[in-house]
C-alpha cells in the first residue's frame, strides 16, 4: 500500500494540572525536513524526539510541535533582590552625582536584566512518559492520515493507467489501417517518380521501412511497465522515488509509440496517454 507525504496528527496527555499537546505534519518534500516546536519545559529531550519522529515520517517536509495549554499552575516570578539593590544603589549613586530627582528608580530596577527571574518546576518522570505517549500517538495518527490518503491516489493511479492502456488497445486496432497508410503512400511517391523499379528490391525496402514503424515491442513494455507500477504500489516499503522511475519509463515507451505513429488518429491518443501520465507524475511526488 502507497502512502501519501501529507498528513496530520494530534493527540494530548495530562498531567496535574497541565494538557500536554503534540502534533505532527508533513508536506512533500525529496528528504526528511523536520524542524520542531518543543516547550521549554521539553526541550531537554529534544534530540530524543526529533529521532522517534524522524523514524516514523521517513520523508517530508515536517513539523513536530509539543505545547502545554491550559496551565492553571504558571511559573512564578520572583525578584533577585541582592542584584536588585545593586542596581538600586548604583543608579540613586549616579542619580544624586548629578543632582537628578528621580522617584522611579524601582521601575527602571526592575527591568535590569537578570532581576525578575521565573522558577521553574523540575520535569517529573511521570510527566515524561505522559509526553512520549502523546507523540506515540501523535504519530500513529499521522501515519494512519497519510495511508487514507494514500489509498487514494492508488484508486487515481488506476484509473488513470486503465486509461492508458484502453488508449493502447485503441491504438492496435488502428494499426492495420497505419501500416496500409504507409504503404499506399510510399507506392504513391514511387510511382510518381515513373521509372522502373526491381519489385522484389521495392518490397524488401518496404518491410524493412515497415519494421522501423512497427511498435510492437513499444506496447508490450508499455503493458509491463504499467503492470510493474501497480505490484510497486502494493509494496510494504515506502516507494515513491520507485514510482518516479517506473513513470519515466512509461513516457519513453509513448513517446516512442508518438515517434513511430505516422497516423493522426494514433498521434491523438498518444497525447491523451502523455496527459494521463503527467497526471500521475505530479501526484507520485506527493508519495512517500
Not at 107 to 126: I, Y
Not at 129 to 156: P, W, Y
Not at 200 to 227: G, M, P, S, W
Not at 231 to 252: D, P, S, V, Y
Request: net charge negative; charged share 30%.
Amino acid at each position: 500500500m502507497i502512502r501519501s507525504m501529507t498528513g496530520f496528527g494530534k493527540a494530548s496527555g495530562e498531567f496535574q494540572h497541565k494538557k500536554i499537546n503534540v502534533e505532527v505534519r508533513s508536506l512533500n518534500s525529496k528528504q526528511l525536513d523536520l524542524s520542531t516546536r518543543i516547550s521549554g519545559h521539553y526541550r531537554e529531550k529534544e534530540h530524543a524526539y526529533r529521532g522517534i519522529a524522524g523514524k516514523a515520517i521517513v520523508r517530508g517536509k515536517s513539523e513536530l510541535s509539543i505545547y502545554i495549554e491550559n496551565n492553571a499552575e504558571q511559573p512564578k516570578a520572583v525578584i533577585n533582590q541582592e542584584l536588585a539593590q545593586n542596581y538600586y544603589q548604583d543608579i540613586k549613586n549616579l542619580a544624586d552625582s548629578i543632582n537628578e530627582s528621580n522617584t522611579s528608580l524601582l521601575g527602571q530596577v526592575l527591568r535590569m536584566p537578570d532581576v525578575m527571574k521565573t522558577e521553574r518546576s523540575e520535569t517529573e518522570e511521570g510527566e515524561w512518559s505522559i509526553v512520549e505517549n502523546a507523540i506515540d500517538e501523535a504519530l500513529h495518527k499521522f501515519n494512519s492520515s497519510r495511508e487514507q490518503e494514500g489509498e487514494k491516489l492508488g484508486i487515481d493511479f488506476k484509473m488513470r493507467l486503465g486509461i492508458i492502456l484502453n488508449l493502447l488497445s485503441e491504438i492496435e486496432t488502428l494499426e492495420g489501417d497505419r501500416m496500409e497508410k504507409v504503404k499506399e503512400r510510399l507506392t504513391t511517391n514511387l510511382d510518381s517518380l515513373k521509372i522502373e523499379v526491381d519489385q522484389n528490391r521495392f518490397e524488401q525496402e518496404l518491410i524493412y521501412y515497415l519494421e522501423k514503424y512497427d511498435i510492437t515491442e513499444e506496447k508490450v513494455r508499455l503493458r509491463a511497465h504499467c503492470e510493474y507500477f501497480i505490484e510497486t504500489m502494493n509494496e510494504k516499503e515506502a516507494q515513491g522515488k520507485k514510482l518516479g522511475f517506473i513513470g519515466q519509463e512509461l513516457g519513453r515507451e509513448i513517446n516512442t509509440i508518438g515517434s513511430k505513429a505516422n497516423h493522426s488518429e494514433i498521434q491523438k491518443m498518444v497525447v491523451q496517454m502523455k496527459d494521463e501520465l503527467e497526471k500521475i507524475k505530479e501526484q507520485v511526488l506527493n508519495v512517500l
